[in-house]
């Protein structure tokens, strides 16, 4: 549905999917004019003259509820961050951090909110360099919204972009797949899935430098947050080119993620994840990356899931159990709003 049909702001415009990009190309990247960098990826490259290369993101966190098996809005905003720029391949320094809180909001969940997200700064090796506070009246937020920035060093040599992904290019996830999106839904709906899943948040900046130190090399790398892997994979398509084809046998999706998603009518491929990545890796590379992916805490389930092609240029499909294909589509809105 093209952004001219929607007068209003709709829920997807927020869910990284299709109507999210009509959101960006046709109404902000018009508006901004000259002022805006090319590229609109999670994260900028800027360089210094004289200087070093930094990586810039920012990020805003709604979700809902606040706390939820795994963690909470507080660790889900820097760890978020500290993401995007690792994405880049860059080394996190530092972060802003801006609470909005809601008029009648309880101190006491805004202390355990800072308190998550002091713990996972310091877990992250960042520091929350600088913040703001602002209050809105009581029926005008949710309690607590976030917005984090970040910046962060890129390595000589590095050049990781959506762009860069070619065909022969191996696709690697670094683990279980649909964690976050079923535990934020498993507490905001009260629905119990047989076994607690909790979200998979995690810093990933630590995976990716061992990546690096593989090869330098790596094409692309992204963080299937909001509309969840298939929304990454279609991005990096589009953005590079290139044909994706998954195998879907070698998706990792946890029972308790299939078991949920085949009740509610959901796709994994389309639910969120916060502590995981997806790799584009020259091919001569791809074994002795996943190697190294598998020797390092948040990489330990990582995974081949399928390859680049030259076929279908800026299409993602899959290669079904019964020996058919799908196409995966890049998601008008997100199946689960506010959940990042």
């Given at each position: 549905?093209?952004?001219r ?18 959101l960006m ?15 609109l ?9 004289g ?5 810039f ?8 509820p ?10 889900l ?19 802003s951090?801006?609470f909005?809180l809601?008029e009648?909001t309880?101190?006491?969940?805004v ?23 602002k ?7 949710d309690?607590?919204y ?5 910046i ?7 050049d ?8 022969g290019?191996v696709?690697?996830?670094s ?9 934020v839904?498993?507490?905001r ?5 047989g ?17 690096l ?7 692309a ?16 398509a589009?953005?590079?080119g ?7 046998r ?7 993620v299939?078991?949920a ?10 639910v ?7 790799a584009?890796v020259?091919?001569r590379?791809?074994d ?6 598998r020797?390092h805490p948040?990489g ?32 008008l ?8």
């Amino acid at each position: 549905m093209p952004l001219r049909d929607h007068p209003v702001v709709v829920t997807g415009h927020g869910g990284g999917g299709a109507l999210s990009a009509d959101l960006m190309t046709h109404l902000f990247a018009p508006a901004y004019g000259e002022a805006l960098l090319p590229g609109l990826a999670d994260s900028a490259v800027l360089t210094v003259p004289g200087g070093p290369r930094l990586a810039f993101s920012t990020d805003s966190y709604v979700v809902r509820p606040l706390f939820f098996p795994g963690g909470s809005v507080g660790d889900l905003a820097v760890n978020g961050t500290v993401n995007d720029l690792a994405m880049s391949g860059a080394r996190p320094l530092a972060l802003s951090c801006g609470f909005i809180l809601e008029e009648g909001t309880a101190l006491e969940t805004v202390d355990r909110v800072a308190r998550a997200a002091g713990a996972a700064a310091s877990a992250a090796g960042v520091t929350i360099a600088t913040g703001d506070t602002k209050v809105v009246e009581a029926g005008h937020g949710d309690g607590v919204y976030l917005n984090t920035a970040g910046i962060g060093l890129v390595p000589d040599g590095v050049d990781i972009r959506p762009e860069r992904a070619v065909p022969g290019d191996v696709v690697l996830v670094s683990g279980p797949i649909g964690l976050h999106g079923v535990a934020v839904l498993s507490v905001r709906e009260g629905l119990e899935f047989g076994v607690e899943v909790a979200s998979d948040t995690a810093p990933l900046h630590g995976l990716v430098q061992t990546m690096l130190g593989v090869t330098p090399g790596l094409h692309a790398l992204r963080d299937p947050t909001r509309g969840g892997l298939a929304a990454a994979l279609n991005e990096i398509a589009a953005a590079s080119g290139t044909g994706v084809v998954l195998d879907e046998r070698a998706l990792p999706v946890p029972d308790a993620v299939a078991n949920a998603c085949g009740f509610l009518g959901l796709d994994p491929l389309y639910v969120a994840n916060e502590g995981r990545l997806v790799a584009f890796v020259p091919r001569r590379h791809a074994d002795a990356v996943l190697e190294a992916m598998r020797g390092h805490p948040q990489g330990a389930g990582a995974a081949v899931i399928g390859e680049c092609t030259a076929d279908h240029p800026g299409m993602v499909v899959a290669r079904t159990g019964l020996g058919g294909t799908r196409v995966v589509d890049l998601p008008l809105g997100e199946q689960l709003p506010r959940i990042c």
